[in-house]
Structures are given as C-alpha cells and as structure tokens.
T-cell receptor, first 109, second 118 residues
Framework: DAKTTQPPSMDCAEGRAANLPCNHSTISGNEYVYWYRQIHSQGPQYIIHGLKNNETNEMASLIITEDRKSSTLILPHATLRDTAVYYCIAETGANNLFFGTGTRLTVIP | EAGVAQSPRYKIIEKRQSVAFWCNPISGHATLYWYQQILGQGPKLLIQFQNNGVVDDSQLPKDRFSAERLKGVDSTLKIQPAKLEDSAVYLC????????????????FGPGTRLTVL
C-alpha cells in the first residue's frame, strides 16, 4: 500500500472550515484514498473515501488532485466534537487499512 | 443497530501473565480484525478473519499472540506470556465482505481494551 504523509497537528477555529492535507505521491492507479478519524478513547470511524473524483457526504468533502498525489479532507464548519486524530489511508483491494500517525486536529472555541 | 462489543474495557496484568480479550462483531459482518494501538501511534493490524478462516496474520507475533474465531462470529485474542511492550489498546473491528475495489471498506470499530502490563 502507498504510504501517506500528514502534518502531525493542526488547529482550527470553531465554525470555520478545517482543511486537512495528505500527501500520497506513490499511490498507484487502483488505490483508494480513505479518511478515518479517532476521537479520544474511541475506535476509529470511517469518514469518506475516493479514487479520482472529488467526493462529498454528510460529514466531509474529499478533494483529490488530478495527479492523485495528494488530497485534502474538508470539514466545512468545524465543531468542538470534530477534535480528533484524522488518518489518511491509501488502500488497495486487500481490505487492509494501514494507519499512520495521522493529524491531530484541535478545534478551538 | 448494535455496534462491535469488546470486553473487558481495561486490564492490568504483570509481565509473564496471560490475558484474553473478547470481541463480538456486528451481526452479519463476516470479516473481523484485531488491531494493536500503542500510545501515540495509529492502529496496527494484527490479524484478519473472514468467517472463521484467517486471511492475514503476518503482523501477529505468533510466539505469544493467538487468536481464534470459532463459528465465524465471536473472536478471542490471547497473549501468553505478556511483555511490557504489549501495553496498548487492542481494537476489534468488523466489516461486510466486499470484492476488491468494490464498495467502501468501512470497518466498524469497538471501543477497545486498554491493556497495561506491569
């Protein structure tokens, strides 16, 4: 699976958009980009995934660059409950997820 | 819908003792995973089952760790004997079976068991 690189931490003001970047320069054509998050003392939770096209759901938007070497997870209106560690994962069809160390997002009141 | 259940939530043991963790996946989920999460790191896959068969156990330290999933539902992860470096949160997750690249790989995680080895 392709490795991903994320900043270790970010802050975001409550109510503002949180933009979490991820580099996956070695991603191959069949590897999906997944985002999970882990709130303190809980198990990780699926957020969104994509292959080539931008995706949006009720939780977030995923923007993937045309060359697929990087992506950005957007939380449009961050709340205090969005404080968590966010993991960007490049996944093949093997049903395995390789979690790196993620980005610790802190939403500030 | 009930989520993934794990027990116990916390366990403290001394090194060289044995410990077992239990997981009950979401009903109908044929795939079950055990992860180890050391403080400050992301979860690391230990073993993956599909029904009662092992799909991937390449990261499982087989000299001390064992896991089983009898009848393809509940699963037990055992450590015998425990070492100090086994202190971690052990997460169980389950998912539906999906063909490679088809549908989303949404794994549902339980709350985990926090193990402290003294």
């Amino acid at each position: 699976d392709a490795k991903t690189t994320q900043p270790p931490s970010m802050d975001c003001a409550e109510g503002r958009a949180a933009n979490l970047p991820c580099n996956h320069s070695t991603i191959s054509g069949n590897e999906y980009v997944y985002w999970y998050r882990q709130i303190h003392s809980q198990g990780p939770q699926y957020i969104i995934h994509g292959l080539k096209n931008n995706e949006t759901n009720e939780m977030a938007s995923l923007i993937i660059t045309e060359d697929r070497k990087s992506s950005t997870l957007i939380l449009p209106h961050a709340t205090l409950r969005d404080t968590a560690v966010y993991y960007c994962i490049a996944e093949t069809g093997a049903n395995n997820l390789f979690f790196g160390t993620g980005t610790r997002l802190t939403v500030i009141p | 819908e009930a989520g993934v259940a794990q027990s116990p939530r916390y366990k403290i043991i001394e090194k060289r003792q044995s410990v077992a963790f239990w997981c009950n996946p979401i009903s109908g989920h044929a795939t079950l995973y055990w992860y180890q999460q050391i403080l400050g790191q992301g979860p690391k896959l230990l073993i993956q089952f599909q029904n009662n068969g092992v799909v991937d156990d390449s990261q499982l330290p087989k000299d001390r760790f064992s896991a089983e999933r009898l009848k393809g539902v509940d699963s037990t992860l055992k450590i015998q004997p425990a070492k100090l470096e086994d202190s971690a949160v052990y997460l169980c997750a389950s998912s539906l079976v999906r063909a490679p690249g088809q549908g989303r790989n949404e794994q549902f995680f339980g709350p985990g068991t926090r193990l402290t080895v003294l």
